[in-house]
């Protein structure tokens, strides 16, 4: 039987895969820090600490935003490239 998926539709498969898991890794770590996120804070003097935290943790998860959204739109076109890469193959396969 003929190998169907050619070689460049597995390489591209493989960098999705990759990709898709590194988003999906990323979104989890960045739900966990959420978690720890307090939904209101009452600072006072003895609490400058628990402020340093809590600001240092809303910064980490912002700067998750861009990765996010960039490897979220990667795997998303990626996909619809294989998808794409994949129906041809087939027409070409019928047509032939």
């Keep these: 039987m003929e190998n169907f998926l050619k070689p460049p539709l597995d ?6 895969s990759l990709a898709t898991l ?16 307090e939904d ?7 609490h400058d600490r628990e402020a340093a935290d ?11 935003g861009k990765p996010i959204w960039l490897l979220g739109i990667t795997s998303s076109v990626l ?14 396969q019928t047509g032939t």
């Design 11 to 16: 390489y591209l498969l493989i960098v999705w």
């Design 22 to 37: 590194l988003w999906i890794v990323l979104l989890v770590y960045r739900g966990v820090m959420e978690n720890k996120e």
């Design 40 to 46: 209101q804070l009452y600072i006072t003097s003895g």
């Design 54 to 64: 809590q600001s240092t943790l809303i910064r980490k998860v912002t700067k998750l």
């Design 79 to 92: 996909l619809l490239v294989m998808l794409g890469m994949w129906l041809w193959a087939g027409l070409q």
